[in-house]
């Protein structure tokens, strides 16, 4: 299966700064994902990663504070801006791997632990 | 709408058998999922079911879906110390979101020896 990882892999920022999150998968994938979890919290879908074209944000979530890139089929960037501390929580970069039975399956990075002061 | 649901905490001796229990609201899901979050890690991706079965059974993981009742279990046989997680839920969306899933808020695990 893809092997996806995460640059960088934990943080420490101060508020009002911006921190892009790398996602770098060793194959080509068609669907990128960039989730937030929050402390002692589930997962929530940020936004889909498209490529060539602006991503897909679900309701809660905009461009301005989380600029999103996916400039080819084995990269995308998050960025937070303008980071409070309530932007602290692990970032997760998915994918979903076509070449796998059950294509919907998304696989997950390691994550980024960002901690905002 | 769309809401997962497990119970936040369970805790199994070495040896015994654990079960992990989600409810679902969403009858369009066409793939469940579970994963597995240990500490300081991210999703391991354990298993998952395609809406059309009602059992799946990988190695001691056992999956049973009751569709009627929305309702997906995991059952880990022979539960080990290294078992100790948190197990996530999760239901791919239906057709207007193409590759969201929407997670249960998580089901700790504790192995006690």
């Known amino acids: 299966s893809a092997v996806i990882s995460q640059k960088p892999s934990r943080d420490i920022c101060q508020r009002g700064t911006s921190l892009t999150i790398q996602c770098q998968v060793d194959?080509?994938?068609?669907?990128m994902f960039w989730y937030r979890q929050q402390p002692g919290q589930s997962l929530t879908l940020i936004a889909t990663?498209?490529?060539?074209?602006?991503?897909?944000?679900e309701s809660g979530f905009v461009i301005d504070k989380f600029p999103i890139s996916r400039p080819n089929l084995t990269f995308s960037t998050l960025t937070v801006s303008n980071m409070s501390p309530e932007d602290s929580s692990i970032y997760l970069c998915?994918?979903?791997?076509?070449?796998?039975?059950?294509?919907?399956?998304?696989?997950f990075g390691p994550g980024t632990r960002l901690l905002v002061l | 709408g769309e809401d997962v649901e497990q119970s936040l905490f369970l805790s199994v001796r070495e040896g015994d058998s654990s079960v992990i229990n989600c409810t679902y609201t969403?009858?369009?899901?066409?793939?469940l999922y579970w994963y597995k979050q240990e500490p300081g890690a991210g999703l391991q991706l354990l298993t998952y079911i395609f809406s059309n079965m009602d059992m799946k059974q990988d190695q001691r993981l056992t999956v049973l879906l009751n569709k009627k009742d929305k309702h997906l279990s995991l059952r880990i046989a022979d539960t080990q110390t290294g078992d100790s997680a948190i197990y996530f839920c999760?239901?791919?969306?239906?057709?207007?979101?193409?590759?969201?899933?929407?997670f249960g808020q998580g089901t700790t695990l504790q192995v006690k020896p």
């Open positions: 969403d009858s369009s899901s066409t793939y």
């Open positions: 990663a498209n490529q060539g074209s602006e991503a897909t944000y």
């Open positions: 999760a239901e791919s969306h239906g057709s207007s979101n193409t590759g969201k899933l929407i």
């Open positions: 998915s994918v979903e791997d076509p070449s796998r039975v059950g294509g919907e399956t998304q696989y």
């Open positions: 194959s080509q994938v068609t669907m």
